[in-house]
């Protein structure tokens, strides 16, 4: 038993190189760095489409508003907790460190993603940056 405690301790209280911690002292409190922004574009989505324009390209790229929700959130948790963005399979952790990387690779590629431009016009600047600044 002290064996497994042992190593869930380590697990918890060990640097993770491939998750960003330069921007907080704990791993814990990148999560609402990651998911603000996440809930804020979400949120944004129904404002975007009283435009008439963004409501025909919401509709013909996603099929709506609650389509185009379900295309960036199936995509956040399909790949933002898969352990990937770790430089091996070791590195990526089966602690709260490796879902950060995940989660920091998934913020890292969103600009690829075909919901990228949804996430523009509803004013996000970056996961650390001001929002509609």
Known sequence: MHDIVAQQHTCNTRQNHN???HH???????V????????LVLDELPQL???PQLAKYIASTFG?????????????FRHGF????????FDSGSCIDGRL??????CNKLEKKTYYPVFKLAGF???????KG
């Open 19 to 21: 998750t960003p911690q």
């Open 24 to 30: 907080t002292p704990t791993p814990h409190t990148q």
């Open 32 to 39: 609402p760095r990651i998911l603000g922004p996440l809930v």
């Open 49 to 51: 489409v009283k435009d």
């Open 64 to 76: 709506g508003v609650e389509e185009c929700r379900k295309t960036i959130l199936t995509d956040f």
């Open 82 to 89: 898969d352990g990937s963005g770790a430089d091996n399979f």
């Open 101 to 106: 990387t995940s989660a920091w690779n998934w």
């Open 125 to 131: 600047a970056g996961f650390d940056g001001d929002w």
